[in-house]
């Protein structure tokens, strides 16, 4: 299908693009575009792979569970539950989970909520104006992605598009790849500043 294959080469340059950043270090992280919402399918990255050589075939096509359609022929993100639930109630066309270093040090430090206010950077985070107070969610890691969800939904604000996994790291959404992708850098400029002056 052209518009998984689309999708999978957007997905590759992104994924190539945050390795080089340092956030897809190993195999971590993963990436998805969501190509319908009802019934809600998303493209996600493979699991296991190397993210920053990932080829447009590199993807799967997943249900709302995270479950990849019939006759995929690898296999999906590990994390690919978590993706669809955020797609789900946000409504987001991409996710983005990175294992950036910064927002893991700040769920060590305010494991409740990392807030954030009076930030120029808030702007590019997708707030409209730098002096809202932000918090930025965090939840406990867990290996089973309906636990992951469950803790999202549940402390799910519209207005902030990220989501800190302690000890694990970020997801972070928009309407497409691009928007999620200066969401995330912002945010990561937003948490080092945190962690690095209080
Ligand atoms: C060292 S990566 C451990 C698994 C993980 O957290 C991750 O983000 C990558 O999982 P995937 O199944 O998408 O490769
Ligand atoms: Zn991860």
Redesign the pocket.
């Known amino acids: 299908m052209i518009e998984v294959f689309q999708a999978g080469h957007a997905l590759a340059a992104e994924a190539a693009r945050y390795t080089a950043m340092g956030w897809?270090?190993?195999?971590?992280?993963?990436l998805s575009v969501t190509l319908d919402h009802d019934p809600l399918r998303l493209v996600?990255?493979?699991?296991?792979?190397d993210?920053g050589e990932l080829s447009a075939a590199d993807v799967v096509v997943v249900d709302a569970a995270g479950e990849a359609l019939p006759d995929q022929l690898q296999?999906?993100?590990?994390?690919?539950g978590l993706h669809a639930r955020i797609a789900a109630v946000a409504g987001a066309g991409a996710v983005v989970?990175l294992?950036m270093l910064a927002p893991v040090i700040a769920a060590e430090r305010w494991p409740g909520g990392i807030e954030l206010r009076d930030l120029e950077m808030l702007k590019g985070f997708g707030r409209a104006a730098h002096d809202d107070l932000v918090t930025i969610p965090v939840i406990p890691n867990s290996q089973d992605m309906r636990v992951l969800g469950d803790a999202f939904e549940a402390g799910f604000d519209p207005a902030t598009p990220a989501l800190v996994v302690a000890r694990?790291?970020v997801y972070v959404w928009g309407e497409d790849l691009m928007a999620a992708r200066h969401r995330a850098e912002c945010l990561e400029w937003l948490l080092r500043f945190k962690t690095e002056t209080e």
């Open positions: 897809m270090r190993g195999t971590s992280g993963n996600v990255t493979a699991s296991g792979l993210k296999r999906p993100s590990a994390e690919a989970h294992h694990h790291g």
